[in-house]
């Protein structure tokens, strides 16, 4: 019933940047057909890093959260796109280890199991004798062409007209990919949309939202390593980030790596190197992508902690968080503006993969979780003690 893990002890971080030279290699092809290659995705499965965050009772790594984004954040040096997928399949197989028990015993039966999962709730779903109905379309699946399993959030009313967002899994042979992902940048992921057509779902393969934001449990046997205590919200945010730090670390070597053949056109610096205007640039950019990943790295040392200890989250810790998640994404936006513009014009060249860097995090920075202006008046909000917030994930 369990997958299994990986025979050995090394860590996911150090299975992440041993693959690195691979997905940096294939990151042209991956961006090209628009997901990821075999070859990534057979790897990805050989060092179980589809698993990070999977609890050790389905085979997974059941890793802390710090792991985990540092996990992310390596692969995505090689290559954006697969960094992305990796944290989304990852997410996804930890919110379903959630699930009743009877829902993880039915995912997680065999193994190589990898999970997708739309946006926020876009249709409704029809509650019926045992389970609900789906009909609709549902965007935005990262990974969703090597997935198995696809979550469909969709909002429920009951009897007494109450509404109850919940996100439903269904195995990929009952659903369609609309091929909708047509973006300019983060190619690969694939992110499309799933469509339903009077689907069924059963009880035990219905997450609740509500569950997930009281840290309630909704598995009896299948539960208490640290990963089910991880405040949802919070960890749920937190791990958006890890693969656009990647981005930007490796760009910043790349950059640096060119100040010293590079000269600026229209001076008299033979290299950009000898400029102090560059040389406070990339101190600056360099900065950045430091104080996104420390900051990162607190809270989700605080989230990993909290769980340790058996504790829940306060209100104000789990909104500094997502305040945390926002800044962070605003600090690599800048960084990787700048970085792109130290490149030059030749930075933009369709053979030089700074371009390509630069367009993926400015989309993956878009992600409406990770948005900066929302995320700080939600903890804003939260400091200033005013009643109500502009939204429930928190």
């Known amino acids: 019933m369990t997958q299994a893990a990986t025979g050995n002890n090394t860590s996911p971080v150090a299975l992440a ?89 039915e995912i997680f039966a065999k193994a190589g199991i990898r999970l997708c999962a739309a946006g926020g709730p876009t249709s409704k779903g029809r509650p019926v004798e045992g389970g609900v109905r789906i009909s609709g379309k549902f965007p935005f699946a990262s990974g969703c062409w ?24 269904a195995p990929m042979t009952e659903l369609q990919i609309e091929d909708t992902w047509h973006v300019a940048g983060m190619r690969g992921t694939g992110s499309n949309t799933l ?40 960890a749920n945010a937190l791990i958006g980030p890890g693969p656009i730090i990647g981005i930007a670390q490796a760009m910043l070597d790349k950059v640096i790596e060119g100040t010293g053949k590079r000269g600026i056109t229209f001076t008299t610096y033979a290299r950009q190197a000898d400029s102090a205007v560059v040389q406070h640039q990339i101190a600056e950019a360099a900065l950045k992508i430091d104080g996104a990943y ?35 994404t605003k600090l690599l936006r800048c960084a990787v503006d700048t970085l792109a513009s130290m490149g030059g014009a030749s930075g933009f060249a369709d053979a030089s993969p700074l371009q390509r860097m630069w367009r993926d995090a400015n989309i993956a920075t878009r992600n409406a979780l990770l ?16 009643e109500g917030n502009i939204t429930a994930i928190v």
């Open 195 to 234: 469509v339903a057509d009077e689907v069924f779902v059963p009880d035990h393969r219905v997450l609740k939202l509500a569950n997930l934001l009281n840290g309630e449990h909704q598995g009896v046997r299948h539960t208490g390593e640290l990963s089910d205590k991880h405040a949802w919200s919070a």
């Open 146 to 169: 090597h997935a198995s399993w696809g979550g469909l959030s969709v909002e429920i009313e009951d009897d007494a007209r109450k509404i109850e967002v919940v996100t439903a899994f």
């Open 17 to 105: 940047e041993e693959l690195r030279p691979l997905l940096a290699r294939n990151a042209v092809q991956t961006e090209r057909d628009r997901r990821l290659p075999e070859e990534n995705v057979k790897a990805l499965e050989a060092s179980n890093l589809f698993n990070v965050m999977t609890p050790k009772r389905w085979g997974g790594l059941g890793a802390p959260l710090t792991t985990s984004i540092k996990t992310f954040a390596e692969l995505a040096k090689g290559c954006g796109s697969t960094g992305w997928v990796a944290m989304v399949i990852n997410g996804i197989n930890w919110w379903a280890s959630r699930l009743p028990d009877a829902g993880q015993e």
């Open 371 to 386: 948005a900066t202006d929302p995320a700080l008046e939600i903890y804003g909000r939260a400091l200033l003690g005013i």
């Open 294 to 328: 420390l900051h990162l790295m607190n809270a989700a040392d605080q989230v990993d902690r909290v769980a340790a200890a058996g504790q829940r989250m306060d209100y104000l810790a789990r909104a500094r968080t997502r305040g945390v998640v926002g800044y962070a």
